[in-house]
């Protein structure tokens, strides 16, 4: 059994609940889909737990930490610069910085398994392209993302949770949320998107980190919501002068 997981974004205290949770079952692999890093106050010791993974991939943000961030917003390209400034401490040793950036600067874009794709945004734009569940209404854009998975892609990049499938022979696409499913979703000869969620940042509406459990056997997805000290992790953001509070209180929401 796989564990995906995804969009961190430093949240420390989001990730071991999930790790301690993953324990729970029979995972042999955990798959890291990217943003490890960004918007969060515990960059290097989520970088640090993510290393443990057979696959990590890279996220826009974690791009946005080595390189100059292109198309952000003000609070999050001014967390981005905070990141990076956490990465560079004097703190550290030398050994432990130059050892986190390589790791972020190994990252793949994309990785495939057999019927398998794996990327941070989407088949199309691998590090940048969001598909929101919306988007089952613009056709041209989800058929040239389909055209390019040969059968199912799992993603993360919008924090928000769920399945895209084909709806054939009509030629139209369905999203379904892990509360439609009741957090269970068979994988059938369709294509499919499958938006494992986030960690450390979930947008649907539900505080609680997310993540997927994948039976290779069954093809059956099991979506995981799980509890963490989320008051802690604001907390930490509240007290980190360059991290704005709205990245604390947007956690409450899940939003």
């Given at each position: 059994m796989k564990a995906?997981?995804?969009?961190?974004?430093?949240?420390?205290?989001?990730?071991?609940?999930?790790?301690?949770?993953?324990?729970?079952?029979e995972v042999t692999e955990i798959y890291c889909l990217g943003d490890i890093i960004?918007?969060?106050?515990?960059?290097?010791?989520?970088?640090d737990l993510i290393r443990n993974c057979k696959l990590v991939l890279l996220g826009n943000h974690d791009q946005g930490a080595m390189f100059d961030p292109d198309g952000f917003n003000p609070p999050a390209e001014r967390a981005i610069f905070?990141?990076?400034?956490?990465?560079?401490?004097?703190?550290?040793?030398?050994?432990?910085?130059?050892?986190?950036?390589y790791f972020l600067a190994e990252r793949p874009r994309m990785h495939k398994e057999e019927n398998l794709l794996f990327v941070h945004g989407s088949a199309r734009n691998p590090?940048?392209?969001?598909?929101?569940?919306?988007?089952?209404?613009?056709?041209?854009?989800?058929?040239?993302?389909?055209?390019?998975?040969?059968r199912y892609c799992f993603q993360g990049h919008t924090h928000v949770p769920g399945v895209f499938t084909e709806s054939l022979p009509e030629d139209l696409y369905q999203f379904h949320s892990p509360e439609d499913v009741e957090y269970q979703f068979k994988l059938?000869?369709?294509?499919?998107?499958?938006?494992?969620?986030?960690?450390?940042?979930?947008?649907?509406?539900?505080?609680?980190?997310?993540?997927?459990?994948?039976?290779?056997?069954?093809?059956?997805?099991?979506?995981?919501?799980?509890?963490?000290?989320?008051?802690?992790?604001?907390?930490?953001?509240?007290?980190?002068?360059?991290?704005?509070n709205f990245l604390g209180d947007r956690l409450r929401d899940g939003r």
């Amino acid at each position: 059994m796989k564990a995906i997981i995804s969009d961190i974004h430093s949240n420390l205290e989001a990730l071991q609940a999930v790790l301690e949770d993953i324990r729970k079952y029979e995972v042999t692999e955990i798959y890291c889909l990217g943003d490890i890093i960004g918007y969060g106050p515990n960059p290097r010791e989520c970088i640090d737990l993510i290393r443990n993974c057979k696959l990590v991939l890279l996220g826009n943000h974690d791009q946005g930490a080595m390189f100059d961030p292109d198309g952000f917003n003000p609070p999050a390209e001014r967390a981005i610069f905070w990141t990076r400034s956490q990465l560079e401490s004097q703190s550290e040793s030398p050994e432990s910085r130059e050892q986190r950036w390589y790791f972020l600067a190994e990252r793949p874009r994309m990785h495939k398994e057999e019927n398998l794709l794996f990327v941070h945004g989407s088949a199309r734009n691998p590090l940048n392209e969001y598909v929101f569940p919306e988007d089952i209404y613009n056709q041209r854009k989800m058929d040239r993302i389909f055209a390019l998975v040969d059968r199912y892609c799992f993603q993360g990049h919008t924090h928000v949770p769920g399945v895209f499938t084909e709806s054939l022979p009509e030629d139209l696409y369905q999203f379904h949320s892990p509360e439609d499913v009741e957090y269970q979703f068979k994988l059938d000869q369709r294509k499919a998107l499958i938006n494992v969620g986030s960690v450390g940042q979930p947008r649907d509406g539900d505080w609680r980190a997310c993540y997927v459990l994948l039976d290779e056997e069954t093809m059956t997805l099991y979506y995981r919501r799980v509890e963490y000290d989320i008051e802690t992790t604001v907390r930490k953001i509240h007290e980190t002068p360059d991290l704005d509070n709205f990245l604390g209180d947007r956690l409450r929401d899940g939003r």
